[in-house]
Protein backbone atom coordinates (compact mmCIF):
# COMPACT_ATOMS: atom_id res chain seq x y z
CA UNK A 1 0.00 0.00 0.00
CA UNK A 2 1.53 3.51 -0.90
CA UNK A 3 1.42 6.14 1.48
CA UNK A 4 1.74 9.98 0.61
CA UNK A 5 2.95 12.82 3.32
CA UNK A 6 2.55 16.57 1.80
CA UNK A 7 5.31 18.65 3.24
CA UNK A 8 6.09 22.50 1.75
CA UNK A 9 2.67 24.64 2.11
CA UNK A 10 2.86 28.01 4.49
CA UNK A 11 2.23 31.87 3.98
CA UNK A 12 3.87 33.72 0.75
CA UNK A 13 3.18 37.24 -0.54
CA UNK A 14 1.42 37.83 -4.29
CA UNK A 15 3.67 36.87 -6.56
CA UNK A 16 5.95 34.62 -4.62
CA UNK A 17 6.84 30.88 -4.69
CA UNK A 18 6.56 27.90 -2.93
CA UNK A 19 7.43 23.97 -3.40
CA UNK A 20 5.56 21.72 -2.43
CA UNK A 21 6.70 18.25 -2.09
CA UNK A 22 4.91 14.81 -1.66
CA UNK A 23 6.85 11.93 0.01
CA UNK A 24 5.58 8.70 -1.06
CA UNK A 25 6.41 5.11 0.56
CA UNK A 26 5.81 2.02 -0.45
CA UNK A 27 7.72 -0.55 -2.37
CA UNK A 28 5.03 -0.10 -5.92
CA UNK A 29 4.69 3.59 -5.43
CA UNK A 30 6.53 4.49 -8.95
CA UNK A 31 4.23 2.37 -10.72
CA UNK A 32 1.40 5.44 -9.99
CA UNK A 33 0.52 8.61 -11.48
CA UNK A 34 0.68 10.80 -9.02
CA UNK A 35 -1.98 14.18 -8.51
CA UNK A 36 -2.14 16.81 -6.41
CA UNK A 37 -5.19 18.82 -5.67
CA UNK A 38 -6.42 21.78 -3.47
CA UNK A 39 -9.74 22.72 -1.81
CA UNK A 40 -10.03 26.10 -0.64
CA UNK A 41 -12.90 26.83 2.11
CA UNK A 42 -16.25 26.47 1.12
CA UNK A 43 -15.08 25.37 -2.20
CA UNK A 44 -14.91 21.26 -4.07
CA UNK A 45 -11.63 19.83 -4.16
CA UNK A 46 -10.14 20.72 -7.80
CA UNK A 47 -7.57 19.04 -9.95
CA UNK A 48 -4.40 21.43 -9.89
CA UNK A 49 -1.95 18.68 -11.52
CA UNK A 50 -0.21 15.37 -12.28
CA UNK A 51 2.32 13.48 -13.93
CA UNK A 52 2.54 9.81 -15.05
CA UNK A 53 4.24 6.69 -13.26
CA UNK A 54 7.61 7.43 -15.83
CA UNK A 55 6.99 11.02 -15.69
CA UNK A 56 6.67 11.32 -19.30
CA UNK A 57 2.84 12.90 -19.26
CA UNK A 58 1.67 15.48 -17.50
CA UNK A 59 -1.65 17.77 -16.84
CA UNK A 60 -2.29 20.94 -15.88
CA UNK A 61 -5.17 23.18 -15.00
CA UNK A 62 -6.32 26.05 -17.01
CA UNK A 63 -6.05 28.12 -13.68
CA UNK A 64 -2.06 27.12 -12.73
CA UNK A 65 -0.63 26.54 -16.38
CA UNK A 66 2.40 28.34 -17.27
CA UNK A 67 3.17 29.13 -13.06
CA UNK A 68 2.63 25.54 -11.31
CA UNK A 69 5.26 22.84 -12.81
CA UNK A 70 5.13 19.09 -11.57
CA UNK A 71 7.93 16.61 -11.24
CA UNK A 72 9.01 13.20 -10.48
CA UNK A 73 11.81 12.24 -8.48
CA UNK A 74 12.24 8.78 -8.45
CA UNK A 75 15.73 9.03 -6.38
CA UNK A 76 13.83 10.13 -3.45
CA UNK A 77 10.42 9.36 -4.10
CA UNK A 78 8.94 12.24 -4.32
CA UNK A 79 6.78 14.05 -6.42
CA UNK A 80 7.04 17.53 -6.37
CA UNK A 81 4.67 21.09 -7.00
CA UNK A 82 7.04 24.22 -8.19
CA UNK A 83 4.63 27.27 -7.40
CA UNK A 84 5.40 30.35 -8.95
CA UNK A 85 3.65 33.78 -9.53
CA UNK A 86 1.34 32.83 -6.52
CA UNK A 87 -2.25 34.58 -6.35
CA UNK A 88 -4.40 34.91 -3.04
CA UNK A 89 -6.89 32.48 -5.21
CA UNK A 90 -4.66 29.80 -5.10
CA UNK A 91 -4.74 30.11 -1.42
CA UNK A 92 -6.27 26.52 -0.21
CA UNK A 93 -5.46 22.93 1.44
CA UNK A 94 -3.07 21.21 -0.84
CA UNK A 95 -3.11 17.00 -1.20
CA UNK A 96 -1.05 14.72 -3.44
CA UNK A 97 -2.79 11.66 -4.31
CA UNK A 98 -2.28 8.65 -6.58
CA UNK A 99 -4.35 7.30 -9.27
CA UNK A 100 -5.32 5.15 -12.35
CA UNK A 101 -3.93 7.21 -14.82
CA UNK A 102 -2.90 10.83 -15.22
CA UNK A 103 -5.11 11.76 -18.30
CA UNK A 104 -3.39 14.98 -20.47
CA UNK A 105 -6.75 16.29 -20.31
CA UNK A 106 -8.77 15.70 -17.68
CA UNK A 107 -6.33 14.93 -14.33
CA UNK A 108 -5.88 12.24 -12.08
CA UNK A 109 -8.43 9.87 -13.06
CA UNK A 110 -9.72 7.52 -10.15
CA UNK A 111 -7.43 8.93 -7.13
CA UNK A 112 -7.43 6.64 -4.58
CA UNK A 113 -4.75 7.13 -1.79
CA UNK A 114 -4.30 10.60 -0.52
CA UNK A 115 -2.19 12.63 1.73
CA UNK A 116 -3.27 14.52 4.88
CA UNK A 117 -2.89 17.77 2.73
CA UNK A 118 -0.74 20.90 3.32
CA UNK A 119 -1.79 24.30 3.70
CA UNK A 120 -0.82 27.26 1.41
CA UNK A 121 -1.89 30.83 2.03
CA UNK A 122 -1.09 33.63 -0.33
CA UNK A 123 -1.81 37.01 1.30
CA UNK A 124 -0.05 40.10 1.83
Known amino acids: QVQLVESGGGLVQPGGSLRLSCAASGSSWNYYPIGWFRQAPGKEREGVSCISSRGSSTYYADSVTGRFTISRDTASNTVNLQMNSLKPEDTAVYYC?????????????????WGQGTQVAVSS
Open 97 to 113: ATGRVCSTYGGLQQPSV
